[in-house]
């Protein structure tokens, strides 16, 4: 899916939420990306299934990405994580535990160790109570979409503005 | 994990554990014991938990095999559907020829090219070098990695544009395709192709300069041979040994058993054993059908007509790889749009089989359908069940070889050997557990 601005210059903020809705929590990548294309028309929404290859090539040339997804953690269901990627390598085994050998954290890791990473790279997890098979989320998960999506809202803002400020258009 | 500063000699038994082997796809751990300096067992243990789809099949109409299938596995989707179109197919006892037969190599292609170049550049290629991952492998051989990476888009590519997404897709159907792509739509694709055709050849080139372990076993490759083109749908399946049988006979040939320690049936030929499916099988039967371009690139590498060495298996890859990119040229560029996207596929009472090629190797599927086109029984055989046993014997080759090395480069030596086999234990059935036992006081009970 995708949404919001699309052209042939690539997006000044891109938000790709990650996951499988049909795996309990772990749509829940997915959930936020809906709500934020309905929400904020000026910036471009992906989902994505986790594949680490096609993630490397849809932020490409992109300044602020913002990844939305699952993490495992010893935190409570519904705990909201910020990692910013653009800072250092993230914790080992913090993504969401995928069946593909090359997923979020490797494509990051490899996209930086090559110099393509994004000028800004943010991670939004959440702490999963279930990944079994199922399309709902958790009551404490579907509680964390809300306060996110204010989050996201609240970072796209300041870097529109920080943009402005500096003479973009 | 034994005391690195004991000495060997003083050991009677040796235990090398690793706890999940990365860079495989699905669940699995490899045990190896050692006593007194003999290697006395290997198994490799697939833990994935099994998922019953052929039990899940049973029930359901004919037209869903190809979606539920296409489920078993993120990375060979399209060959899970191909199987089951051409065994509901069969079944049905419809043939589906013409452009749509061509679409279905194309799709093939795409599917070919982005499991075997993630395979040789993101899992194996860093075996060989010494690095821990791609990613450590990246920071030195950049550019290389970059082309891998555009290589595995235009592979995902051919599979977005005729299957409708680039994992799982939703555009094949029993008697060929939903929407059928018009001719300008696949010449778009023609440009990158013709990258990929060049880029496939240095890949080869370059993979050919690894330095590869002096180590061939006496294999029984299986492989379709199709009498003209090199196979990825028809054929007959053929054996480096005396096998030649049609498809509808594979279980006359091949029995599948359940061992204690893997999830995954464990395959073998009848009164054969052991035998060895995926690229290199299939080049060592079919390397005649290869284009010339193919044929002159892998002798340029170093490989002859057939190729017994399990580690070569990134330089086949690599081979299956530029004919796939020349391969869909080809189809592309004699395309002509067919006037219906598939062919009527009625309900009809029966029993068919299928067998594709699956980048890893054969996959056979076989149902049996009631009168209504219900699926009554349903096997699925996948190309990392089969090769499971040659997958132990080589490890029983190998290891005594690398008794000397300590239990982290032994682990090392043994995780590449694996990796030959590309192995999908998600199919068979994510990381992979490997214990080597060389016990003495200081292994790990």
């Known amino acids: 899916m995708t949404s919001g601005r699309c052209g042939s210059e690539p997006p000044a903020v891109l938000v790709i939420g990650v996951g499988n809705a049909w795996r309990g929590d772990d749509g829940f990548g997915l959930v936020v990306a809906e709500a934020l294309a309905d929400s904020l028309p000026e910036v471009a929404v992906k989902t994505a299934s986790g594949d680490g290859a096609a993630l490397m090539s849809e932020w490409e040339g992109a300044e602020l990405v913002i990844i939305v997804d699952a993490v495992r953690s010893g935190a409570a269901p519904g705990t909201l994580h910020r990692l910013d990627a653009s800072a250092g390598p993230l914790p080992p085994d913090s993504l969401r535990c995928s069946s593909h050998a090359f997923g979020v954290a490797e494509a990051i890791e490899l996209s930086r160790a090559l110099g393509t990473m994004p000028r800004r790279l943010v991670v939004h997890g959440v702490s999963g109570q279930t990944f079994a098979a199922g399309t709902d989320l958790s009551p404490p998960v579907r509680d964390a979409v809300g306060p996110l999506l204010k989050r996201i809202r609240d970072e796209v803002a300041a870097l529109t503005l920080a943009r402005e400020s500096a003479g973009h258009r | ?445």
């Open chain 2, 1 to 445: 994990m034994t005391d690195a500063n004991m000495p060997r000699t003083a050991r009677t038994t040796r235990t090398i554990r690793c706890d999940y082997l990365a860079r495989v796809e699905g669940e699995g751990a490899l045990y190896v014991r050692i006593r007194d300096g003999c290697l006395q067992d290997v198994k490799l243990k697939i833990f994935e938990p099994p998922r019953f789809f052929e039990a899940l099949l049973r029930g359901r109409r004919h037209l869903e095999a190809p979606d539920i299938t296409a489920r078993i596995c993120g990375i060979c989707p399209v060959a899970y559907q191909m199987s089951a179109c051409h065994a509901i197919e069969n079944a049905l006892g419809i043939t589906v020829g013409g452009p749509l037969r061509e679409l279905r190599r194309l799709l093939y292609c795409g599917e070919w090219i982005e499991s075997h170049v993630l395979h040789v550049f993101m899992l194996h290629a860093p075996d060989f070098l010494g690095y821990e991952s791609a990613i450590h492998m990246a920071r030195d051989h950049g550019d290389l990695v970059q082309m891998g990476l555009r290589l595995k888009k235009i592979g995902n590519d051919i599979g977005a544009l005729l299957g409708g997404r680039e994992i799982h897709p939703i555009n094949v159907r029993v008697g060929g395709f939903y929407r059928v792509p018009e001719r300008r739509e696949l010449q778009r694709l023609v440009e990158d192709l013709t990258w990929a055709c060049d880029a496939a050849e240095k890949a080869a080139r370059w993979v050919a300069t690894l330095p590869f372990p002096d180590f061939e076993q006496d294999y029984e490759y299986v492989a379709l041979r199709h009498p003209a083109e090199y196979p990825f749908n028809e054929g007959r399946l053929v054996s480096s040994g005396a096998l030649d049988i049609a498809v509808s006979e594979y279980e006359q040939c091949f029995v599948e058993e359940h061992v204690a320690h893997s999830n995954a049936l464990h395959s073998a030929m009848r009164g054969r054993g052991a035998y060895f499916v995926g690229p290199l099988a299939r080049y060592s039967l079919n390397f005649a059908r290869l284009t010339a371009r193919a044929q002159h690139v892998a002798r340029a590498c170093g490989l002859g007509e057939t190729c017994w060495n399990p580690f070569q298996s990134i330089i086949v890859r690599c081979i299956e790889t530029l004919y796939a990119c020349e391969e869909a040229l080809r189809i592309i560029a004699s395309y002509e749009r067919p006037e219906r996207p598939f062919v009527d596929a009625p309900a009809f009472p029966g029993r068919g089989f299928g067998c594709t090629e699956a980048p890893r190797g054969i996959l056979y599927h076989r149902y049996q359908l009631a009168d209504d086109g219900t699926i009554t029984d349903a096997r699925i055989v996948p190309p990392t069940a089969q090769n499971q046993k040659t997958i132990e014997n080589d490890l029983r080759g190998l290891v005594p070889r690398y008794l000397d090395l300590s239990d982290s480069e032994l682990q090392w030596r043994c995780e590449q050997a694996i990796r030959n086999y590309d192995p999908c234990i998600s199919c068979a059935t994510h990381f992979l557990r490997l214990d080597v036992d060389r016990g003495g006081a200081a292994a790990v009970p």
